[in-house]
């Protein structure tokens, strides 16, 4: 028997409060009429007895204590999956907007989705090749990793990421294997336009899957998109084995409509007021990226978002470097040098690229080569530093030749542009050029082996 | 059996039930028709709290709620080893089987297999007394652990029946045994525990074995005492996990418990795929037969998060009482802390420091006391070394977990980020790390490696602190204008720091070195700079020595002297000397 509820007993922001309910389960789906026809969705999110708390995803407003019939649909929220999502658009609960009608469901999932056992995942170790040298060579992105990238407001990072779904060696291997699935959360729709755009330039739109909550939609439903997004991919890669790359935009906009739904919820908040489960539910966003044992699929993330003020240690960028495995963290003094994607190289770091590396997946020297540039780029900030205090000409003539060496690290390697796409071969030797500047004995992190192949005599070193 | 109720109020994964008198405090519970495991955590007049340890989608209010009678307890037996469980000992592979690559809710499985045999030893005899914690009967386990089965701590009696050595399940009777009283307990190969208990021990003895981990920075210059407990504080991508990796391959220890608290699902993966396939340098079998993982991940439910970090200390307690030496690591206990402000938030307590609950100390404290070297009840001699990661929010050490695990630990093993950036692993900080075991564990050195380690360690100690007061003179004016002694004392500590402290885990000799090594290394690098103080002091300039490139040979001799021919380091010193005396001829 379906029993439609008449109003509410209390509006409180994003929550509406109902009384007398028999039978409610925690987190159910529940549609809310009004008397004109129109109907919203909210989520049960808290019940104490009789009375039961709803989120309403499309907002409160408008709603009076007698306006509305809520009717309980005794399941928690749904997405309805098929192949036919490739190339569709979606609202940021998983409706249609794109006028092409509603999805056949092959099946519905639990858009939470279930944790991936340990002891099911298999360890990612391919490389995906993304013909950017600061991230091929010093922060390898491997299939299956979560991998985010931590901008600033007005930074290129949505051009960084369309060079990576542009770039990526996976979508030319096996076309018909590859597909992206892109959540906007709060996003301007220029970014939005902007995405779909590169998508269609590149020929992908038909393997894409969006999600889009913009920043005017409802702040509710931003809660949901990442999770509808990560359903739709996790049924891609593990039901139809496929290699899904996930972009998420922008994360700092999904933690700050968190941090409104929970503070009306009335909870204890944690740091700069954030809910104190924030690194909970971060995680079980970010944990649902991997590959499964048995399955051939895959799940990679790129989740971007802006630090607030630049600050790398606001809980959004802090709490999310602790759980993705790495970070591409982009630096406004490099783009604002011209030095494009501005990837600063020291702090960002690819957890899982020491596995998926050298001999038999790049090339032998490629460690080493990494471990050596980090160290020289290293001392190039320290002797930069010394520099402004006692000025260039002080300097050594070692101190000097690193100066050189790290200018041209910033123009040539990092800065390679948006629009090239270099071979991972391409890239090792660009780094060997590069460190050949340096006299030999500076560089303690590499083998004489590799030394005597690939260190440069001095007629073909660069110039700046 | 058990009380029953019904659920009255939902919230996350904390659930109400109204006006009972039911359940006691911290009994374990099964809520709802899905079963899902929970634990009585408040009761007051009106509402008994309980936190659920799965996802509570879809549960309803006058859904049952039933209780066990006692608090939440492990399974204590063979066949933990070498097994990787869930915060509540539920084994994943078992999960995985019944319910595939995702977990599922409610999942009802064993802690132990209860159907594979072991080869028991019955050791007691008929009409012998047997007092608690004493050995009954053994098994091995794995290739390199032998289990023993001990009498429950609470327990004592005569034998009054001894079955034969065979083949038994776990939870076959071997032995019978009638206490004072007169009743008869039948001993099985397992027993449970309250994981929030200690078990009892019969004295706690002093920490002057060191716990041997092959990394030089900490076995040198931080040394940690079996039974020690450490912290090691980071921020994100300064190393933690990497560090607690190396420790738990290469440690010294005889059992290894490794809790993954709310890290990442692939690290886990990685520690199953990596350890399986690695040998343990001691007995030459693999790796996996001296481990027990505990997993779980930043997605598994909160509430078990919690309990994760204290099933891996009972299990570790259960194995040091059979007199092993237990090294835990737990990665990390940031996220255990935010595990009990979540639920604490969830109850709706008084936060203090940065929401955290005003038990946050206590509870640590509690945690990190259940490490030492004991004697066990069973008169044995055994140890829990307890090493837990602490991840700061925004890398500040002045925040509440570290700085309060800082007061409940002996070792602070402090990750920079700095370091990290140059890549220069393990990123210790030695300028604000300590270990607290120096005078503890001299003895031992000195008997063992000799007077000259202890003195070594001093000075290359006081280089490091020497450098790093010049490197601030240098920060303003460069290094050209020092004066060569200074200059030198740069060049040793460069070589100290390249050479010595940084190591490299992917390097097969360099991943684990033997303290004789260690000292062998110092003593080298200690001798460079004797000898070329010397020359320092004649006025032969420091270039003319930098020149020789003694100073990069030595940085390489890491990798250069492999671990079987320490007797290079002799060649070493002739080198040194040659080349710096006929230097002294020229000048």
Same mark, same amino acid.
């Given at each position: ?166 770039? /990526? ?200 080569? /990494? ?6 780029? /290293? ?86 | ?45 009106? %509402?008994?709290?309980? @936190? ?32 990787? &469980? ?15 690559? %995702? ?132 921020? &994100? ?47 030459? #079998? ?5 481990? =027990? ?101 925004? +890398? ?11 007061? %409940? ?65 240098? #920060? ?23 050479? &010595? ?6 390097? #097969? ?7 004789? #090594?260690?000292? @062998? ?10 000898? +070329? ?6 006025? =032969? ?9 003694? %100073? ?16 290079? &380091? ?18």
């Amino acid at each position: 028997m379906i029993i439609d509820y008449i109003g509410a007993k209390s509006v409180n922001g994003p929550l509406i409060m109902l009384d007398n309910i028999e039978g409610a389960s925690y987190e159910e789906v529940v549609y809310i009429r009004f008397e004109d026809g129109t109907a919203r969705q909210g989520r049960v999110v808290s019940i104490n007895g009789k009375s039961v708390v709803i989120q309403v995803f499309e907002g409160t407003r408008s709603i009076s204590l007698t306006n509305t019939q809520t009717r309980f649909t005794g399941h928690p929220l749904e997405l309805s999956l098929s192949k036919e999502i490739l190339g569709r658009t979606f609202n940021g609960t998983g409706k249609p907007i794109d006028l092409l009608g509603e999805v056949y469901p092959k099946i519905k999932r639990n858009i939470n989705g279930a944790s991936i056992n340990p002891v099911s995942r298999v360890y990612p170790q391919n490389y995906i090749n993304t013909g950017i040298s600061s991230i091929d060579v010093l922060a390898t992105l491997i299939r299956g990793q979560k991998l985010p990238i931590f901008s600033g407001s007005g930074m290129k990072h949505n051009e960084l990421a369309v060079q990576i779904v542009k770039q /990526a060696k996976i979508s030319e291997e096996n076309k018909e294997n590859f597909a992206i699935v892109f959540a906007a959360m709060g996003v301007k729709k220029d970014v939005a336009d902007y995405f779909r755009r590169s998508f269609e330039e590149s020929g992908t739109l038909g393997r894409v899957v969006m999600f889009l909550n913009l920043s005017n939609d409802p702040i509710i439903e931003r809660t949901i998109t990442p999770r509808c997004a990560l359903t739709a991919a996790e049924y891609l890669a593990f039901d139809l084995n496929m290699h899904i790359l996930v972009i998420m935009t922008d994360m700092t906009s999904y933690a700050e409509a968190l941090r409104e739904f929970s503070s009306s919820k009335g909870e204890i908040p944690g740091r700069k007021g954030f809910p104190g489960y924030l690194y909970s539910d971060l995680a079980s966003l970010y944990e649902r990226a991997g590959m499964i044992k048995g399955k051939s699929g895959s799940v990679t993330q790129i989740p971007i978002l802006t630090m607030p003020n630049d600050d790398i240690t606001h809980p959004v960028p802090d709490l999310t470097g602790y759980i993705t495995e790495g970070q591409i963290i982009l630096d406004r003094s490099l783009e604002g040098k011209g030095c494009c994607p501005p990837v600063s190289i020291l702090p960002s770091l690819s957890r899982l690229m020491k596995d998926g590396i050298g001999e038999g997946y790049t090339r032998k020297d490629h460690t080493a080569l /990494a471990n050596q540039l980090f160290a020289s780029y /290293a001392k190039v900030i320290d002797i930069i530093s010394l520099a402004s205090v006692i000025g260039e000409d002080e300097l050594s003539s070692t101190d000097k030749k690193y100066l050189e060496f790290g200018k041209l690290f910033d123009s040539q390697f990092i800065g390679q542009g948006f629009d090239e796409n270099r071979s991972i071969e391409q890239s090792l030797d660009l780094g060997w050029r590069l460190l050949s500047i340096l006299p030999r004995n500076a560089l303690d992190r590499v083998d004489d082996e590799f030394l005597e192949q690939y260190y440069q005599k001095s007629d073909n070193k660069l110039k700046l | 059996m058990g009380n029953m109720d019904l659920i009255y109020g939902i919230n996350g994964p904390v659930i109400t039930v109204k006006n009972t008198k039911t359940f006691s405090i911290m009994e374990m519970v099964y809520v709802g028709n899905a079963r899902l495991v929970g634990e009585v955590i408040g009761i007051n007049e009106q %509402f008994t709290t309980i @936190q659920v340890y799965e996802e509570t989608t879809g549960l309803k209010p006058n859904e049952p709620v039933e209780g066990t009678g006692g608090p939440l307890k492990v399974t204590l037996g063979p066949g933990i080893i070498d097994n990787i &469980f869930d915060g509540i000992e539920r084994p994943l592979k078992a999960i995985a089987v019944q319910s595939g690559a %995702f977990i599922e809710r409610g999942a009802m499985v064993q802690s132990l297999n209860e159907d594979r045999l072991f080869d028991v030893s019955v050791l007691a005899q008929k009409g012998q007394w047997l007092e608690a914690g004493e050995v009954y009967a053994q098994c091995p386990e794995t290739s390199i652990i032998f289990h023993k089965f001990m009498v429950p701590p609470s327990l004592s009696g005569e034998v009054i029946e001894a079955f034969k050595d065979g083949k038994y399940k776990v939870n076959d009777v071997v032995v019978v045994i009638k206490d004072r009283l007169g009743k008869t307990h039948h001993l099985t190969l397992c027993q449970k525990w309250p994981i929030r208990t200690p078990r009892p021990i019969l004295e706690h003895l002093p920490a002057t074995i060191p716990l041997i981990t092959g990394q030089r920075v900490l076995d040198t210059l931080f040394p940690i005492a079996k039974g020690g407990t450490a912290a090691v504080p980071g921020g &994100f991508g300064a190393g933690k996990t990497m560090t607690q990796h190396q420790l738990a391959k290469w440690c010294d220890a005889d059992i290894i418990v490794y809790v993954g608290c709310g890290e990442r699902g692939n690290e886990m993966s990685q520690v199953l795929s990596e350890f399986s396939e690695l040998i343990d340098p001691k007995s030459g #079998k693999p790796m996996t037969d001296r481990t =027990i993982l505990i997993a779980n991940t930043s997605n598994m439910p909160v509430a078990a998060r919690e309990a994760s970090i204290y099933t891996g200390i009972t299990l570790a307690e259960y194995y040091r009482d059979m007199g092993y030496h237990v090294a835990m690591m737990a990665d990390s206990t940031s996220r255990w802390a935010e595990a009990l402000r979540e639920i604490s938030g969830r109850l709706e307590e008084m936060p203090a420091e940065e929401g955290f609950p005003a038990y946050l100390p206590s509870r640590l404290s509690e945690f990190y006391e259940r490490a030492g070297r004991v004697k066990t009840l069973g008169g044995q001699q055994g140890s829990i070394t307890v090493i837990g990661a602490v991840s700061p929010q925004g +890398a500040d050490f002045s925040e509440s977990v570290t700085q309060n695990t800082k007061r %409940f630990t002996r070792c602070f093993w402090a990750l920079d980020k700095s370091l990290a950036y140059a890549r220069h692993y393990p990123a210790v900080n030695w300028m604000i790390s300590y270990s607290e075991y120096f005078t503890d564990l001299d003895a031992w050195f000195i008997e063992n490696l000799g007077d000259e380690f202890i003195k070594y360690r001093q000075n290359i100690i006081t280089l490091l602190h020497e450098e790093d007061k010049l490197m601030e003179i240098v #920060k303003l004016i460069g290094l050209d204008v020092l004066p060569d002694d200074q200059k030198l004392v740069i060049e040793i500590a460069r070589v100290i720091r390249l050479g &010595f402290l940084q190591q490299n885990a992917f390097h #097969k000799d360099d991943t684990f070195v033997s303290l004789e #090594k260690q000292k @062998q290394m110092m003593r080298v690098i200690l001798h460079l700079y004797e000898k +070329a103080k010397n020359l320092v002091a004649i006025a =032969i300039p420091i270039s003319c020595i930098e020149k020789l490139g003694i %100073f990069e040979k030595l940085i390489k001799m890491k990798y250069d002297i492999s671990n079987d021919k320490l007797e290079l &380091f002799d060649d070493y010193i002739k080198e040194i000397d040659s080349a710096l005396s006929s230097l002294a001829e020229q000048g």
